[in-house]
């Protein structure tokens, strides 16, 4: 194709590429190395607040914005904190305490350590479950009659269809104290089961969650790989006397490893970002991901004030924490891509 | 076929004519809302609809949304729904307009209780009052012989009875629901140990003996209640309430019309108001006052403004309150306190009376800074004292990245 050509046809995804990914990314990375400030004054503020039948009226010294006479909007000082933001979410300093007084369990008391302790263990434990599960189901319904394939892969493609949201919400209502299957529990072995009070039991309910809602995607890359692997290869493997997990270890695996690598990509950067679960199960005392902590910081309170730089500074570490995670699968597919170019 | 059309249509007219006549006036210019979604608002906002061209969203996550849409010029909505614990970014923006002269043309009936001064100027118009008080099974406690109790002692010696006695799930429902919930069970039980949140130069004073007694308090209250209270908001309260799960709680007023709603609760009738304990002898119910109103945006026409108070007066007048009597406890003329507002009123007239929200942009880091580090405490990771420091310390690095510390 003429440069000419291949340029206006990837120019509209360039452009959107950078003013929706480039751009941002950019915005933020400079954010997190700056503060924006109100102009703050004390003022002596009368405030009167109705009781039930007569107003109490308490004069206070009050910490407000100066509001600018001009554009009537609170007038704002941005100053460039350097590493400020990231020590502010990192704490490095009480990570070094802690570890030169040998008690590292501190470390995970700190926000940021307790959501990469969730994170990244949320990620690694469902990233084999997920690709195995997705494996055994495809291997399950390649091997099933023509005439239920229909059926069981529309079954199995179900959980993907849920919105995460809704999804962890249904769970959540499930096992929440008197939900349906709580309840049902409760009566059948007459013991009073309360999974979301502990930590662990929430972890275990959204790794469940998880490999159930995503095992199908996993699935259905796998059953379309399993259409193309070559029949002869496997056909001699069958008279060279190989079993059926030979078969599998030997033929059908090494065909899939490219797709392997493919969902462990795309699964790593998705449960990188965990967010549904820990607003479905309303997991905040117990556990909580680096995701969640940046929309923390995001969120407005009662008097409107929001953590912009920490939030930025947050954000930039997450996504260098996948970044990292991404180098391993990216190396071996770039390996297998020059490999196949020779 | 054709009859039974033409009866449809002169239902539909009549129900039509029925509901304007409920009006005093026909409102003209198109208004829109933004409040919070509980039983009086839907209350107030009915009845403003009921005048024409008026939009009300009911929202719970209002808080979040009001300041940005407030700032926008013109502004998103004419008329806010807020309490004093979200009136402060609208303060602080100045986005919302001194009501001084439309009091004087539109508000004849309001009381002067109702009239929210912020440095002598009317900021905005209060209709009713909430606080979280005292809700218990009546019938449990006659049935065991436990009189209303007074103080937090009291309450877990009550509770100890109830558990005993085994005729709940658990004695006591809390509103725990790590965040913005939790922070506010510290709220109202630290200054109920006589602490102050601030000191002088803005730095927060809860590191104190007052902060150890309320988390000591907290942490008692977790022997009595569902293992799950790290979840519980105030509406799964309430419906534990309601399933008759629960047998005492220091919960919102505003969610004691729903005990006698016979279509959600088993408890019709048995569930009793009384003050909010205190947490030492002497002291003050260890809660909040809380009230909510309505404001008017800056930036509208000043004819905009004029319709939207107008119209906000007619959803605030008598008739609203004699129709939705028990959906919140009324600063508006012609409410009549019934059984369910005994607790709050008691709360509120109690002397020395409990403290109102302290709704200040410090209180507001502050309240973000105790929902983010009390789990641990209750959760076991972290004694008193370290959550004490780490509360500290969150406060403090948010009040510095906010500005008001320097």
Known sequence: MKFKTFFWFVAPSVFMMLLFIAAPLVSVFLQSFQVTQPVVQQVEVETCTPGFLTQTCTTELKTVPIIDEVTGKAQTTTSWVGFQSYQNVLQMDKVWEAVSDGRLRDILQIDFWKALRFTLMFTLVTLPLVIGVGLMIALAVNNASKSLRGPVIFVSLLPFIITPVIGSLSIYWLFVGDGILTATLERWTGQDIAMFANAWTIELLMYFYRVWHVAPFAFVIFYAGLQTVNMDTLESAIIDGANRFERLRYVIVPHLMPLIIFIALIHLMDCYRVFDEIIGFRSQAHVISLQWLTFDFLTPDDSGNRAISRAAASSMLTMIGIVILLILPLRRTWRDHKGGAH | ?406
Not at chain 2, 106 to 119: C, E, F, H, M, W
Not at chain 2, 337 to 350: F, V
Request: charged content about 20%; hydrophobic content about 45%.
């Open chain 2, 1 to 406: 076929m054709y009859l039974k059309k033409l009866a449809l249509a002169g239902a539909v007219s009549l129900m039509g004519t029925s509901a304007f006549a409920a009006c005093a006036y026909e409102n003209t210019v198109p208004l829109k809302s933004l409040s919070a979604g509980f039983e009086a608002w839907k209350a107030v906002t009915d009845a403003m609809a009921e005048c024409g061209n008026f939009q009300a969203e009911l929202d719970q996550e209002f808080r979040t949304k009001q300041p940005a849409a407030f700032e926008a010029n013109p502004s998103l909505y004419h008329i806010g729904g807020v309490s004093n614990g979200t009136i402060t970014p609208l303060l602080n923006a100045g986005t919302i307009r001194p009501l001084d002269d439309l009091v004087a043309k539109y508000g004849q009936n309001l009381s002067p209780n109702q009239l929210i001064r912020v440095d002598g100027q009317i900021m905005a118009v209060a209709m009713m009052v909430n606080t979280q008080h005292l809700m218990y099974r009546e019938d449990i406690f006659n049935d065991l012989g436990i009189d209303t109790p007074t103080s937090w002692d009291e309450v877990f010696a009550a509770a100890e009875k109830i558990k005993a006695a085994g005729v709940v799930d658990h004695a006591i429902g809390a509103t725990m629901k790590s965040g913005w919930n939790l922070a506010q069970e510290f709220v109202n039980m630290y200054p109920g140990f006589g602490g102050t949140f601030f000191n002088d130069d803005n730095t927060t004073a809860v590191n104190s003996e007052a902060g150890m007694k309320a988390l000591a308090t907290m942490q008692k209250t977790l022997e009595f209640t569902d293992p799950e209270v790290l979840v519980s908001d105030s509406t799964y309260v309430q419906q534990q309430f309601q399933q008759g799960k629960i047998a005492i709680s220091n919960l919102w007023a505003s969610r004691g019309g729903a005990m006698n709603d016979a279509n959600e609760s088993t408890v019709v009738g048995k569930v009793k108001m009384a003050a909010a304990p205190v947490a030492m002898d002497g002291g003050a119910p260890a809660t909040t006052l809380w009230w909510d109103g309505i404001v008017i945006a800056s930036n509208i026409t000043d004819e905009e403004a004029d319709a939207a108070f107008r119209l906000a007066m007619e959803g605030l007048d008598e008739d609203m309150v004699k129709a939705n009597n028990d959906a919140a406890i009324w600063l508006v003329k012609g409410y009549e306190p019934g059984p369910l507002a005994e607790g709050a009123i008691a709360t509120a007239t109690a002397t020395p009376a409990a403290p109102p929200y302290p709704s200040t942009t410090q209180m507001g880091l502050l309240h973000t800074a105790l929902g983010n580090e009390l789990p641990a405490f209750l959760t076991g990771e972290r004694d008193a004292a370290a959550t004490l420091v780490a509360i500290e310390e969150a406060y403090t690095t948010s009040a510095k990245e906010a500005g008001v510390l320097q």
